[in-house]
């Protein structure tokens, strides 16, 4: 199961409602960093009508976010990153930035 903070959960449900299964897949991807069949499990599982996919023990929304940051960052996206972050957080380009920095330098 993927970890989905509530807000991403409530926009994935909207998604699916409006039968946008393309978009729903790639908001879980982009907030989870899981793969495209897990991502694609997922939607699907709320289109069955079963219990949308919530944050798992395994992290907070921080943590989800924060992995997120680290998939793209692996893929060479720090802009994606950064604009990620902002869109999550509401915060400003210079935080941003100096965030996902950090996130970047925490697995090294």
């Given amino acids: 199961m993927v970890a989905l903070d509530e807000d ?50 395994g992290g907070s929304a921080d943590e989800v976010l924060n992995e997120a940051v680290r998939q793209l960052l692996r893929r060479g996206a720090k802009l994606e990153a950064v604009k990620l972050y902002r869109e999550r957080t509401g915060c400003g380009l210079k935080e941003a930035m100096d965030a996902v920095e950090k996130i970047a330098t925490e697995g090294k």
């Fill in 8 to 57: 991403a959960g409530r926009r994935l449900a909207e998604l699916v409602k409006a039968g946008r299964i393309l978009e729903a897949v790639k908001l879980v991807r982009e907030v989870t960093g899981c793969g495209l069949k897990e991502a694609k499990d997922a939607v699907d599982q709320l289109a069955r009508g079963e219990a949308a996919p919530a944050k798992s023990g």
